[in-house]
Every structure is written in C-alpha cells, then in structure tokens.
Nanobody
Framework: QVQLVESGGGSVQPGGSLRLSCAAS????????MGWYRQKPGKQRELVGI???????TYGDSVKGRCTISRDNDKNTVDLQMDALKPEDTAVYYC??????????????WGQGTQVTVSS
C-alpha cells in the first residue's frame, strides 16, 4: 500500500506564495506519477499539476504559469509551488499518486488533503 502525507497548507493573502509538500511511504514497486489536485466546496476535484516519472509536468488550465511541480523520484516526494495566489485558489489540496503497489495491484492513491485559503 501507498501512504501519502501532505504538509504546507495554510492561509495567505492574494498575490502571495505557498509551497505544499507530499511524501510517499509504504510498499510499492513503481511510482508512475505524483501530483496535486484540489477541490473547492461544492465542486469536483480538479487537476493542479502532475508529473510522470521522467516526464514533464502537466498543469491544469487555471494554474498554468503560477504553479510549479517538483518531483524527487529517489525520495518519492512531490512539491507544489504556488505563486500569485488568488482567492479562487482557495480549496483543499490533495496529493495524488498512481503507483504499482505489488505485482498484481496498480492504483491511484490520495493524501488526506490540506487546506489552502487565499484571503485578505
């Protein structure tokens, strides 16, 4: 199984920056992709950014140019740097991983979520 632990959420003023971190632990064979999604109240979860192993990150349209994903394949961590934050970035941010946990189990895993609030 794969466990994802997030850190770094909090409150920030509009225009500010925030960095979220996520570390994967547990038993897995391959960590194919790691990234971040977010969910606003009453809305579906949406992609923020995701990085495949060895590939360039893909970003959601609403955050392109303001967010940067950094993945460490050796440490199985993924960070999300968010700049020029807007009130509409307020959401619960979830770490996400697509991993092969065993020879017969491949699936998607989620962290517990961390709140990001952008407000003056």
């Amino acid at each position: 199984q794969v466990q994802l632990v997030e850190s770094g959420g909090g409150s920030v003023q509009p225009g500010g920056s925030l960095r979220l971190s996520c570390a994967a632990s547990g038993s897995f064979v391959n960590m194919y992709a790691m990234g971040w999604y977010r969910q606003k109240p009453g809305k579906q979860r949406e992609l923020v950014g995701i990085a495949t192993k060895g590939g360039s990150p893909t970003y959601g349209d609403s955050v392109k140019g303001r967010c940067t994903i950094s993945r460490d394949n050796d440490k199985n961590t993924v960070d999300l740097q968010m700049d020029a934050l807007k009130p509409e970035d307020t959401a619960v941010y979830y770490c996400n991983a697509f991993a092969q946990a065993s020879s017969t189990l491949t699936g998607t895993y989620w962290g517990q979520g961390t709140q990001v609030t952008v407000s003056s």
